[in-house]
DNA sequence: TATTTAAGCGCC
DNA sequence: AAAGGGCGCTTAAATA
């Protein structure tokens, strides 16, 4: 059964229709929709399924009333997969113009109040929320109707919805964060906090020092120009100021200014300010954007930066008492999903082991893990040249399968056609690199180098869309299997995700169940890997590891 | 002065 | 070691 939830005039109005998509009740007016909503997820019988515009504008504040839902349908995250899909290309939505679905969400704003993090939900705000959800409702049904093979598109979209809702639950219960240990650890690494915006005194010494050698007494490390010239004069002809090139150089002043680099990122990045914009009540709340980049990744916003958190303070992500963290890992992911998606069953093999570098090595490839590591990066994201690109034809001939699906989805990009997930996401068009007899050289040297640029940009999208969607139905399955075992007391009273970074998860769960949460998450990545490739030989192996702070993991 | 772009670096 | 895919954020520099 499908709830359409719409927004009108101030009211909220549900339209039910079972699920062949026939009309039960038409659209009626809801007094309480926590109530509402609390009370069909009760119901055994019914499963409901909440079809609303898009789930960051009605979820949260149902979380803070301590309702959760069990599955919805994101209408705005389908549109968008269904619009691009070529397994729905023949559909009358996405043969449709773009209109008020296909636009990005608007801004919920969000304001700090009693030191808690609200929505401060804008419910007649302009956005999909005017839009029609039911015409949209019944619109997507018939584009997946028109999919050959409605399963896997379907599978896709129920997964993105879910998606979406593990995003908003993992913003609401947040991660937790100690506030104290990352001060220390600010204080060891760089010093006191200074007052107002001085450099804290562990910057000011290195500086100092690299002031010293470069003798530039004024010189301001900030300005990568200055810092050039400062370098140049010195003697050193660096072409940039970053990190990796500066190692690279011996000169008395590099060590300092490295070590200098660092501090600052630290300090800019992940500092006091940080600290104070971002851990409210002992929890960093993340900002995910499920479907934020075109692969399907989810993407983050705001100045948390959850999705590039540096190990550096992720010893400052610490279990409350009595609670325990477990943080899995989906090891070797994208190789794995690389070697699945073509069933490439030497490759597969080479993984079974445990390690799928090794197992190339064992199988003759190549000589080093280091060599089959780099070769598989360079298959995956298209290496041109370097020990990548050597390598390359070494793994094309022990596995050719594989190999072979990615140069083919790589000529696709240059040939400007799209290309398409396991699911069915499917790449943006690419812009056209045409040219004409009035070309000149250079003309055809960028078109060609546009035109290989894309072929890496879809040679990637094929694997990282699909191990996104791989991770999209772990974490959708693991959250049903943590609310059965946590006994429906509330969320953030059983065990609960608590983060996500792409391949990663952190479940936040009573010490007691600890060990269960971990049989759980496993059982969740067998079963991602049946939802996409069914009984294909591909396993993808976790490590799981159950400790009280984040930086112990791994 | 305000906004946009680029450099650099963090994550996968 | 630093090539090749995807991001977001902060700061400084460039532009309006």
Redesign the pocket.
């Known amino acids: 059964m499908h709830v359409v939830l719409a927004r009108s005039r101030g009211e909220i109005l549900a339209t039910i229709f079972d699920d062949h998509g026939i009309l039960l009740e038409p659209a009626h007016v809801i007094d309480s929709l926590a109530v509402e909503v609390a009370r069909r997820e009760r119901s055994a019988r019914e499963r409901a399924r909440w079809v609303w515009d898009d789930t960051s504008r009605w979820y949260p504040q149902l979380l803070r009333e301590g309702v959760r839902v069990e599955r919805c349908v994101d209408l705005r995250l389908c549109h968008a997969i269904l619009r691009g899909s070529a397994l729905t290309a023949t559909s009358a939505l996405a043969r449709s113009s773009q209109d008020e679905w296909s636009l990005a969400s608007p801004e919920p704003r969000v304001v700090v109040r009693a030191a808690t993090l609200f929505d401060d939900d804008d419910e007649d705000g302009a956005g999909p929320a005017s839009a029609d959800p039911i015409a949209e409702f019944l619109r997507q049904r018939a584009a997946v109707g028109t999919a050959q093979d409605p399963a896997r598109i379907s599978r896709l979209l129920s997964a993105e919805s879910a998606g979406a809702l593990v995003a908003a639950e993992i913003r609401f219960a947040g991660l937790p964060w100690r506030t104290e240990a990352h001060e220390s650890l600010l204080e060891r690494v760089l010093g006191p906090r200074p007052r107002g915006d001085e450099r804290p005194e562990h910057m000011v010494e290195q500086l100092e020092r690299v002031r010293a050698e470069l003798s530039a007494p004024d010189l301001?490390p900030?300005?990568?120009?200055?810092?050039?010239r400062a370098l140049g004069r010195a003697g050193i002809q660096a072409?940039?100021?970053?990190?990796?090139?500066?190692?690279?150089i011996d000169h008395p002043a590099i060590e300092p200014l490295?070590a200098y680099?660092?501090m600052?990122?630290?300090?800019?990045?992940n500092?006091w300010?940080?600290l104070e914009?971002n851990v409210v009540s002992g929890r960093f709340h993340p900002?995910y954007?499920p479907g934020?980049?075109?692969?399907g990744?989810w993407?983050?916003?705001?100045?948390?930066?959850a999705?590039?958190?540096?190990?550096?303070v992720r010893g400052a992500v610490i279990a409350d008492a009595g609670w325990k963290l477990v943080v899995a890992?989906?090891a070797q992911?994208?190789p794995r999903i690389l070697a699945a998606l073509p069933a490439d069953r030497g490759m597969a093999e080479a993984g079974a082991s445990g390690d799928l570098y090794a197992g190339i090595v064992a199988s003759g490839a190549v000589d080093t893990r280091d060599h089959a590591k780099?070769a598989m990066?360079?298959a995956?994201?298209?290496?041109?040249?370097?020990?990548?690109?050597r390598l390359l034809p070494r793994l094309a001939k022990s596995y050719p399968r594989a190999i072979a699906y990615v140069e083919a989805a790589a000529r696709a990009g240059e040939r400007g056609e799209i290309v398409t997930t396991r699911l069915g996401r499917s790449s943006p068009r690419g812009a056209s690199a045409d040219y004409d007899e009035t070309a000149t050289a250079a003309d055809v040297v960028r078109a060609r180098n546009q035109a290989r640029?894309w072929g890496?940009?879809t040679?990637?999208?094929v694997v990282?869309g699909t191990a996104a969607e791989w991770a999209l139905c772990w974490m959708a399955g693991l959250r049903g299997r943590l609310r059965a075992l946590g006994g429906d007391i509330g969320l953030v009273h059983e065990p609960h995700l608590v983060f996500f970074?792409?391949?990663?998860v952190v479940v936040h769960a009573p010490a007691h169940l600890a060990e269960r949460v971990g049989e759980e998450i496993r059982a969740a990545a067998a079963d991602a890997g049946r939802l996409l490739f069914a009984d294909l030989p591909v396993d993808f192996p976790l490590t799981v590891a159950i400790v009280d702070t984040y930086a112990e993991a791994?």
Not at 222 to 228: G, K, M, N, T, V
Not at 292 to 295: L, P
Not at 299 to 305: I, L, R, Y
């Open positions: 301001n900030d300005s990568p120009p200055e810092l050039l072409e940039s100021t970053r990190s990796w090139e500066l190692q690279n490295l680099k660092k600052a990122r630290l300090l800019s990045a500092g300010a940080w914009a900002d954007v934020g980049v075109v692969t990744r993407a983050s916003k705001g100045g948390g930066g999705l590039q958190l540096p190990k550096q890992d989906a992911l994208e780099v990066l360079g995956m994201y298209g290496a041109t040249s370097g020990e990548s690109g640029s890496r940009f040679r990637n999208f990282q970074l792409h391949d990663e791994k």
